[in-house]
């Protein structure tokens, strides 16, 4: 069963960090891009950054530049995202999606609030 699942979120204070993993099972990450998306309350799903299938080339949204840093460890079949400095507006369900081609999978989604 291909499946994508998310863990790591929480409640954090202002200034705080967490790092997220995206576990694959069902398939190897290998070959796919990966990417982190959020969804703060009441608004959409937004990029927030990306990793080449090898690792050699990232992307970040201007919001997280500096602050957010992905990775991913193919051995182990799984992506991260470190967030540092987190504020207030980071708060959102967080998801990890994979693409290859024409498949394209998600997780489930992890909550990360940031409040004091």
């Known amino acids: 069963q291909v499946q994508l699942v998310e863990s790591g979120g929480g409640l954090v204070q202002p200034g705080g960090s967490l790092r997220l993993s995206c576990l694959a099972s069902?398939?190897?990450?290998?070959?796919?891009?990966m990417s982190w998306y959020r969804q703060p309350p009441g608004k959409e799903r937004e990029l927030v950054a990306s990793?080449?299938?090898?690792?050699?080339?990232?992307n970040y949204a201007d919001s997280v530049k500096g602050r957010f840093t992905i990775s991913r460890d193919n051995a182990k079949n799984t992506v991260y995202l470190q967030m540092d400095d987190l504020k207030p507006e980071d708060t959102a369900v967080y998801y990890c999606?994979?693409?290859?081609?024409?498949?394209?999978?998600w997780g489930q989604g992890t909550q990360v609030t940031v409040s004091s």
């Open positions: 999606k994979a693409l290859f081609l024409n498949r394209e999978y």
């Open positions: 069902g398939f190897s990450l290998s070959n796919y891009a």
């Open positions: 990793v080449s299938s090898a690792g050699s080339r990232r």
